[in-house]
Nanobody
C-alpha cells in the first residue's frame, strides 16, 4: 500500500506557473503508474497526466498538453506536475493517484483504475 501527500497548490494569476509535488510513502513506489487528476466544483474528476513506473512513458490529456508536464523520481518517491500558462479554468482541487501495474500495462485515464489517492491540493487561478 502507498500513501500519497500532495503539496504546492495555491493562488496564482492567469499566465503564471505552479509546480505540484506528490510525496509517496510505503514500499514499491516504482511498481505504480502515477497520475494527476483534478476536480472542479460540480464537475467530475478529470485525468490530466500519467507516468509509467520507470518514467519511460507519459500520457497527457489534450486539454493541458503543452502546458502541463509530469515527472517522477523513484529514488525520492516523488511525482510532480509542472503547470505553466495557467488559466482561470484550471482552478480545481488537484490529486495524485497511484495504480499498481505491470511494465506492459497502459497508462489509463479512468479514476477507478487508480487504487490510492492523496488528499488533494487547491489550485486557484485568478483572471
Amino acid at each position: 500500500q502507498v500513501q500519497l501527500v500532495e503539496s504546492g497548490g495555491g493562488l496564482v494569476q492567469a499566465g503564471g506557473s505552479l509546480r505540484l509535488s506528490c510525496a509517496a510513502s510505503g514500499p514499491l513506489f516504482s511498481r505504480y503508474i502515477m497520475g494527476w487528476f483534478r476536480q472542479a466544483p460540480g464537475k467530475a474528476r478529470e485525468f490530466l497526466a500519467g507516468i509509467h513506473r520507470n518514467g519511460g512513458s507519459t500520457r497527457v490529456e489534450d486539454s493541458v498538453k503543452g502546458r502541463f508536464t509530469i515527472s517522477r523520481d523513484n529514488a525520492k518517491k516523488m511525482v510532480s506536475l509542472q503547470m505553466n500558462s495557467l488559466k482561470p479554468e484550471d482552478t480545481a482541487v488537484y490529486y495524485c493517484a497511484a495504480a499498481p501495474a505491470i511494465m506492459t500495462a497502459p497508462i489509463e485515464t479512468p479514476a477507478e483504475r487508480y487504487s490510492y489517492w492523496g488528499q488533494g491540493t487547491q489550485v486557484t487561478v485568478s483572471s
